[in-house]
């Protein structure tokens, strides 16, 4: 009588899921084969094979990288789908963007921060700028007569490209195409004179001597490109401009899961394999908290408004 009261009393437990139960979609908001696409696959494929996960890349590229970053904030928030934010479409948009479908502060949660990847300004082979200097004193010259390419109005390339301006006081034209790709066509084809863009997007043409680089907006020189001085060292202190990188999931995301995830990718970058490969891509390795990715947003969604004001670009 007394064991089957106890057995009716205890309430039927059913141990969870361990997650992940199923496979992770990874929301890639850019066009496969792009540098953010590459380290997407990278990471989650390192993190896979240390544990057995299933990662699914979902590439869904368009305005500017913002719906892929909308269609994750309105996923369930299970952990069972994130997305591979950066610069662009979580701390330039909020300000380019007069009608933002999503608040990167407040519809998503920072699980890590991945990598970061400065710029570099290139000129075509046959250009007769050879160094940045020389480019900044044709510009001063004849204002506006050196144009520069961009993948797009408000791209981390064409705001680089602004900044340059208003630190050197010089003033170019902006020719912004839709996407990189004839952007570097035109680029080593001689059309236009200027480019600035990631160090992933461009090392290999670089490299195979289709491009040259007059400057990288790295504090120091880079490993893969030890010829090319910094902004910096050409006359400009304190100029510094990249790229970073970051895996964010739902705002309601639970915290035990973000941990998790924000654990096993932290576990990842530290493997040197991946930091060769990231490197290989012309991308520095990154790590950290939750917290210290969503302090990088919210400091680097000021710092672009800034930059943006002073430009006068603004997209519908």
């Not at 096993?264 to 490197?279: D, I, Q, V």
């Amino acid at each position: 009588m007394f064991a089957a009261a106890v057995v009716l009393a205890s309430p039927t437990t059913h141990a969870a899921p361990q997650y992940p139960a199923k496979p992770i979609r990874v929301i890639v908001p850019f066009p496969a084969g792009g540098g953010t696409d590459i380290i997407a696959r990278e990471v989650t494929n390192t993190v896979a094979q240390s544990t057995g996960w299933i990662f699914v890349v979902d590439n869904k590229p368009g305005s500017g990288g913002n719906l892929g970053v909308d269609a994750a904030a309105k996923a369930p928030a299970d952990g069972y789908t994130i997305v591979l934010g950066q610069t662009s479409n979580l701390a330039i948009n909020p300000s380019l963007y007069a009608r933002l479908p999503y608040d990167p502060l407040k519809d998503l949660a920072p699980i890590s921060m991945v990598a970061s990847a400065p710029l570099v300004l290139v000129t075509h082979v046959n250009s007769p700028y050879h160094t940045l200097k020389e480019v900044i004193a044709a510009a001063k010259a004849k204002p506006g007569a050196l144009n520069f390419a961009s993948p797009g109005n408000g791209t981390v390339a064409h705001l680089g490209s602004e900044l340059l301006q208003s630190t050197a006081k010089v003033k170019f034209t902006h020719v912004p195409y839709k996407g990189a790709a004839q952007a570097v066509n035109d680029l080593m084809g001689g059309q236009v004179d200027l480019y600035m863009a990631s160090v992933p997007t461009l090392l290999g043409h670089i490299k195979n001597n289709r491009m040259r680089p007059l400057a990288v907006t790295a504090p120091k020189r880079l490993p893969d490109l030890p010829q090319v001085p910094t902004v910096a060292e050409v006359g400009y202190p304190g100029f510094d401009t990249a790229t970073w990188f970051g895996f964010l999931a739902p705002a309601a995301t639970p915290k035990d899961i973000v941990a998790r995830l924000n654990a096993e990718f932290n576990k990842a970058l530290k493997a040197p394999a991946l930091a060769a490969k990231l490197n290989e891509q012309g991308a520095s390795v990154l790590s950290g908290t939750p917290e210290a990715f969503g302090a990088l947003i919210k400091q680097d969604i000021g710092r672009w408004a800034s930059v943006i004001k002073t430009s006068g670009v603004k997209l519908d």
